[in-house]
Each structure stands twice: as structure tokens, then as C-alpha cells.
């Protein structure tokens, strides 16, 4: 069967196998199904975890303007 989706083959333990299958169960999903969700939430912490590195080194060193200098009244 034709899918849209990308496949990929993975070797996972057997720890890891056995948790899939446990949530994959709570949830009544296909284990396959529960692993591409759990993938996916482990990459947007990923991205997120990238994201406030930027946002704390941003706040390191904050660079305010007043509202005189932003508008030109000064």
C-alpha cells in the first residue's frame, strides 16, 4: 500500500520496544503510530530547547529603547 509518509528503520532496545508497545496499548494505537508521536514530541523539545538558548542568551544583555528614542521625540 502507497503511503505519503517517509519510512525509516530503526534498532531500538528492548526496553524501549516494550514501552512503545505498553503506551501504544493505553493510547489503542498501532505501535508504529505511538513511536512516529513520540518522535515527534522528542524533536519539538528539541526545537524548544533551541529556542530558549537563543531566548536566554538574548536576555543576557537586553537592549532597551524609550519610548522618546522609539518614536523620535527626543
Known sequence: MATINKRINISISKE???AIALLAKRDALPR???ARHLLE???EWEEDAV???LAQKRMQAPRFVSH???WGLK
Open 16 to 18: 524501549a520496544s516494550r
Open 32 to 34: 508504529a503510530t505511538k
Open 41 to 43: 514530541q522528542a524533536l
Open 51 to 53: 529556542w530558549d538558548a
Open 68 to 70: 522618546e528614542k522609539a
